[in-house]
């Protein structure tokens, strides 16, 4: 039997959840207060439309499912911004959950894009303030595609990474930093898990720096894939692991442009 596959990503946009963000905050209330502040939902908002909504709408291959899994406890000026922002486009859809525990919101949200028959599901994750090259989707099927036969069999899931990428550094008082990366582990921004249609698992079970102990991983550096913001409403400590700052800002600002549609000034600007 030819394998096919079909791909979905999910985003976190705001989950409340009891089981994340619980170790920062005494309780459920103090954790939506602190979520949904104006100025942390203006820059969230904006960042999403800008660089993430934005990189998955110039894929090349428009083949693929994104799921925005965010809160049903958001307040409605912001629900109804996030709406309007996805509506437009067919194989974005927005999902409101209920506070129930993290990892099981983002199981249903892989599981709410119905099966078409496909034998495989490439499974990617991305957060809401970072964004994915042009050729992302294309060259992850192609990938998945090529790895599977290389597996003890059809049913084993592995993983694939992309870990050469660009960074974008902001804090609240000293101007944007844009500096090159390649990373030695698995970043947030794009790791992939290709299983069986009715397999299990999925890119946000285990910490995408600990991929390689629990799935075969490839591992491509062959193009920036990764844009990564760093601010001050990062949920973790964005730490560089790897080659860091090898490029120059003239070779930095060609890959922007051709590998995510960016100048070097527009993304200093957000």
């Known amino acids: 039997m030819v394998a096919t596959f079909k791909t979905v990503g999910v985003v976190r946009f705001s989950v409340l959840s009891p089981t994340f963000n619980s170790d920062r905050y ?50 409605e000026p912001f629900l109804q911004q996030l709406a309007d922002m996805v509506a437009p486009h067919r194989n974005v859809l927005l999902q409101p959950y209920g506070p129930e525990n993290h990892f099981q919101i983002l199981k ?24 994915l090259d042009g050729e992302f989707i294309a060259r992850t099927k192609r990938l998945a595609k090529g790895l599977l036969p290389l597996q003890v069999n059809a049913e084993t899931p592995f993983a694939i990474s992309f870990n050469r990428g660009i960074y974008l550094v902001k804090s609240e008082t000293e101007p944007p930093r844009v500096v090159d990366s390649c990373e030695r582990a698995p970043l947030s921004v794009g790791p ?55 490029q120059d800002e003239a070779t930095i600002a060609g890959d922007l442009q051709r590998h995510f549609g960016l100048s070097l000034d527009a993304l200093k600007a957000l």
Request: overall charge negative.
């Open 26 to 75: 005494p309780s459920l209330e103090a954790v939506a207060e602190a979520l949904f502040a104006q100025d942390r939902m203006q820059l969230r908002l904006h960042l999403f439309e800008h660089l993430c909504l934005a990189s998955m709408l110039r894929q090349s291959d428009d083949d693929f499912t994104l799921v925005i899994a965010t809160s049903d406890r958001m307040p």
């Open 108 to 131: 249903k949200a892989y599981a709410s894009v119905p099966e078409t028959g496909e034998s495989h599901r490439i499974l990617f994750r991305l957060d809401d303030d970072d964004a």
């Open 192 to 246: 992939s898990v290709v299983r069986p249609v009715h397999g299990k698992g999925n890119p946000y079970r285990y910490n995408h720096r600990k991929f390689a102990q629990h799935y075969p991983l490839f591992s491509d550096i062959s193009v920036p894939a990764f844009l990564r913001t760093v601010h001050w409403d990062n949920h973790s400590t964005p730490a560089m692991m790897g080659l860091t700052g090898q």
